[in-house]
């Protein structure tokens, strides 16, 4: 199994607040990966990192900020939390090309009242 | 724009039937890679199998096997003799070379195996 964490694994939260999600990878692998799963939706890219200090949108970017200043560790910021942002949150790792697989982590439960 | 569609959002079988998933997608560009993932009840995401668009070939593993066809657009996934452990939402992705992996999904298939 690929070495990745995620830290909470739950959280409840209220509206207004700020929440930052941590993955952490132990692979070294370049490109590191937010998304959101929601029903009926399937998952969706929030943002992503090609490298340290690399990160652009992704389809679902607004409210969301995230950071990358080692390559282990992706942070996602909600800087104000909103009820439409209670939702499962997966890290995913890849080498990029020419593997492009993606391997993710165990997810993090996000509820926001 | 790139789209997956999985228009089969919940199938049930009974235990050793055959069962298909059905894949479709939609892209301009020539080159991409297929994916799936498979979601069993306790949330962690399996990948399964790539595929890329050079490689019209079917793949098996065991009781899977995989049927891409680029004339149909389509990545269907079979499971022969379906157990009870192969309950699970699966989900196909479609990523686009060069592109930094990004993955579009489809927004899943819940299959459930019953005794």
């Known amino acids: 199994d690929a070495g990745i964490t995620q830290s909470p694994r739950h959280k409840v939260t209220e509206t207004g607040t700020p929440v930052t999600l941590r993955c952490h990878q132990t692979?070294?692998?370049?490109?590191m990966y937010w998304y959101r799963q929601d029903p009926g939706h399937g998952l969706r890219l929030i943002h992503y990192s090609y490298g340290v200090k690399d990160t652009d949108k992704g389809e679902v970017s607004d409210g969301y900020s995230v950071s990358r200043s080692k390559t282990e560790d992706f942070l996602l910021t909600l800087e104000s939390a909103t009820s439409s942002q209670t939702s499962v949150y997966f890290c995913a790792i890849s080498r990029g090309p020419p593997s492009y697989e993606q391997f993710f982590g165990p997810g993090t439960r996000l509820t926001v009242l | 724009a790139q789209k997956v569609t999985q228009a089969q959002t919940e199938i049930s079988v009974v235990e050793k039937e055959d069962v298909t998933l059905d894949c479709v997608y939609e892209?301009?560009?020539?080159?991409?890679?297929l994916f799936w993932y498979k979601q069993p009840p306790s949330g962690e995401l399996v990948f399964l199998i790539r595929?890329?668009?050079?490689?019209?070939q079917n793949e098996i593993s065991g009781r899977y096997s995989w049927n891409f066809q680029k004339s149909t657009s389509s990545f269907n996934f079979t499971i022969t003799a379906s157990q009870v452990v192969d309950s699970a939402v699966y989900f196909c992705a479609l990523t686009l070379t060069g592109t930094a992996s990004k993955l579009t999904f489809g927004t899943g298939t819940r299959l459930q195996v019953m005794l």
């Open positions: 892209t301009r560009d020539t080159t991409y890679y």
């Open positions: 692979e070294n692998h370049r490109y």
């Open positions: 595929r890329n668009s050079f490689d019209e």
